[in-house]
């Protein structure tokens, strides 16, 4: 049995002390544990069974048909062409090696080779090809059949090594097929790649001799174009162009006019400049050549002469002064000719120097003229040369790329020619010869026990799984949760679970036992109940199942009973027409049958309208505890359910009792009971751990639903304590707190 951890599903029909497990579309790792535990013995047995089978099988296989496998292998070289003039080969990537041998391994075990190694002499006197036959044909076909299964080839991975094995009933003709075929995969393998070597030297002759014509007409055709041109310095040295006397004279001409062209730049600025000041004002260098001249010389002494006069005689004759006046005359004539002789050496100087420079400008441009004549005629030897160029180096690139080739192909033969004589060409090498192998190789005991033993235990465990998963019984509170989705009230356990209501009626387990688990379940049932969030509107509850035997009865009088124990007043309303049990279950007083003059009065007297409410109720025997039978069985039962005298009966006794527990019929076999949901402020159903199946279940859920049942949950009833459940475990604790508690209380 599994613990009940629970999770809400519906709110509007989950009590609150009602817990619902989560639905889970996997199996959890304690589901898994649970079902190992449970099929236990199942498992071992298999288990077992598989060790003998195996160890059976081994000893079988050894001792008619034993196999022996003989190995060797073959060395494969790295895939590149080595090179004979080097001492270094070149490196090859690990992956690269490895798919070569994976290439070489296809090629040891294709159809060709292997027919091949059947056609030869010792192969086809061997016990193993004799026994294929006595036809030619069938024999081969045969043989080629057992050779793809039983020989083998494969690479390792890191050494540079294929493994070749056969495998055969005799040790002897496994190794002699194994090294046979090494034999011939070399043989093949070695002839061909001379033969390819010998190939590529017969094609490489006469392509040598095509391009040493070719080499030949190169250089012939470099002779005529220096011929043409009348040139000889056309080739280039260490890897610059040489400088022809051509190219270096039109470079110096081209040098020489540059320049001519900044000086004549430069002489028309200065003739500009010249042109401006002569109508412009006296320039520093003007003022600079009055002052040297010697006329300004002299005269400037006599200014200074006169002036010194002029001042000596005003101090000694006074202002008006004839002969001061006469001084300032004189002085006046000496400043007029300074004047004078100024602007005449300013006009002279200006046109002076205006003069040199057009002159200067004259004979720049006619030295340009000159330099552009020069240039044209060397710029015209200039293109002839760049014309000769140009074709030399077209010739010369033929000429040499025929050199390269050249040297290429006489490189190449010569490489293929020490090739050819190269015990490496071939790329596979022999190790050594496959010995006879000295123990079978199958069967082996180390892979048929443990095989066995794993085959069993897998057996065992699918088999335990298969079993569990093909059980469609709602067994545990996580199957409602997971196929029912509707709350969990309470789980009663089974009969056989509790020992302290051995011999005692399921229906009465709570007045008889009230110390056992069973009853302990009852009241968690009724707790549940009464914390739901809707507990004050349930007072009439409809007890029923999808079909007749799974318990409802048990649970609609146990949990009335549990009401009672806490003083409450209880109705119990049998409304099986069909199946009653209330009567039997609680007998009807001699004194009350001696008094009562209509013993027969029940429910369906009172649906019917023949007696009234106190003649259908009579006493339980237990305090607190009111019961009323079903009556007579009328013709119309569904009727009288859905009638409104049902109403109001359950309308009027509302008022005298606590509760009200309708111990209804099967949902699934008549529809009594979807017309006493109407009437019942809540439904409980009773699913059988043992009897009821997940789909009807689920039908009985859809068609409550389908008339708007308020299911406040389910009870699932006769549950049974599973290996690897939280019960087993729950039912031992709770034996041992009964003991101890007894214990104080005595």
């Given amino acids: 049995m599994e613990e009940q951890r629970q999770v809400p599903v519906n709110k509007m029909a989950r009590p609150a002390g009602a817990r619902v497990i989560p639905a889970a579309a996997a199996l959890t790792p304690k589901e898994v544990v649970g079902i190992l535990r449970r099929h236990m013995l199942l498992i071992v047995s298999l288990t077992i069974l ?100 039983r020989f083998a080839a494969f690479a390792h991975r890191d050494a540079d090594y294929i493994v070749v094995s056969m495998t055969c009933g005799d040790p002897t003709e496994a190794a002699l097929i194994v090294n046979e075929m ?48 009348g040139l000889t310095d056309l080739e280039e040295r260490q890897g610059q162009r040489f400088q022809h006397t051509i190219t270096l004279r039109l470079n110096d ?103 040199d420079a057009e002159d200067q400008l004259i004979v720049l441009q006619q030295r340009y003229a000159e330099l552009e004549n020069m240039r044209q005629e060397w710029e015209a030897k200039k293109r002839d040369l760049d014309l000769a160029r140009v074709q030399y180096r077209q010739r010369e690139a033929i000429r040499d790329e025929r050199k390269i080739m050249l040297d290429s192909i006489k490189e190449q033969i010569d490489k293929l020619r020490i090739m050819r004589e190269d015990p490496e060409t071939p790329k596979v090498q022999f190790v050594g010869s496959a010995p006879e192998p000295l123990e079978v190789s199958f069967p082996r005991w180390q892979i048929f026990f443990p095989a066995g033993t794993m085959l069993g235990f897998m057996f065992g465990v699918g088999l335990a799984f298969l079993l569990e998963l093909l059980n469609d019984l709602v067994r545990t509170p996580r199957d409602v949760a997971r196929y029912l989705h509707i709350p969990v009230l309470g789980v009663i356990p089974d009969v056989a679970e509790d020992r302290q209501i051995a011999g005692i009626h399921p229906c009465l387990v709570v007045r008889q036992a009230p110390y056992s688990i069973t009853s302990e379940s009852y009241r968690r049932c009724r707790t549940n109940l009464k914390l739901s969030s809707f507990a004050e509107s349930l007072k009439v509850l409809l007890v029923t199942s999808g079909a007749s035997g799974e318990g409802k009865t048990s649970v609609a009088v146990n949990l009335a009973e549990t009401f009672v124990a806490e003083n409450k007043e209880v109705l119990l309303i049998d409304a099986n027409f069909r199946r009653p049990a209330l009567t039997s279950l609680f007998p009807k007083q001699k004194v009350e049958s001696e008094t009562n003059e209509h013993p027969e009065f029940g429910l369906s007297i009172l649906l019917t309208g023949l007696c009234g409410y106190r003649e259908i109720i009579r006493p339980s025997g237990i305090e607190g505890l009111s019961i009323i039978d079903t009556g007579p069985l009328p013709s119309n039962p569904t009727e009288l359910l859905g009638g409104a005298q049902m109403t109001q009966l359950l309308k009027h006794q509302r008022q005298n009792f606590d509760y009200i527990i309708i111990d209804g019929p099967p949902v699934l076999l008549v529809s009594d009971a979807k017309l006493l949901t109407k009437v019942a402020d809540g439904t409980v159903l009773v699913f059988n751990a043992a009897a009821t199946r997940r789909g009807a279940a689920q039908r009985t859920i859809r068609e409550l639903r389908e008339v708007d049942a308020k299911i406040v949950g389910c009870v699932l009833f006769a549950v049974k304590a599973m290996k690897g459940g939280y019960f087993r475990e729950q039912f031992r604790s709770y034996r041992e707190y009964e003991k101890l508690q007894l214990a104080h209380a005595t």
């Fill in 50 to 149: 598989g060790v003998i089978v195996g160890g059976a099988s081994w000893y079988l296989l050894l001792r008619y048909v034993p196999r022996y496998t003989a190995q060797t292998f073959v060395r494969v070289l790295p895939p590149i062409e080595k090179d004979p003039m080097m001492i270094t080969a070149a490196q090859v990537q690990k992956d690269i090696q490895y798919g070569y041998r994976v290439s070489m391994t296809n090629l040891i075990q294709q159809q060709s080779n292997l027919m091949e190694l059947i056609a030869r002499d010792k192969i086809q006197q061997t016990k193993w090809f004799q026994r294929f036959g006595e036809i030619r044909d069938k024999r081969i076909r045969k043989a080629f059949k057992n050779l793809q299964k």
């Fill in 182 to 229: 090494v034999a011939l995969f070399l043989e093949s393998q070695g002839g061909k790649k001379r033969a390819e070597v010998a190939d590529k030297l017969a094609r490489l002759t006469p392509q040598r001799d095509s391009v040493q014509r070719e080499l030949d007409a190169a250089e012939r055709a470099l002779d005529d174009v220096r011929t043409a041109f």
């Fill in 253 to 355: 001409l081209e040098l020489q006019q540059n320049d001519l062209t900044l000086e004549i730049s430069q002489v028309q600025a200065d003739i500009e400049n010249l042109r401006e000041l002569a109508i412009g004002p006296i320039n520093e260098q003007i003022e600079h050549r009055i002052e040297t001249d010697p006329v300004m010389i002299i005269l400037a002494q006599q200014l200074a002469f006169q002036e010194a006069e002029l001042s000596g005689r005003l101090t000694r004759f006074g202002e008006n002064h004839r002969v001061v006046r006469q001084s300032r005359e004189l002085i006046d004539e000496i400043r007029q000719k300074r004047q004078i002789r100024k602007a005449e050496i300013a006009e002279q100087t200006r046109q002076s120097l205006l003069q």
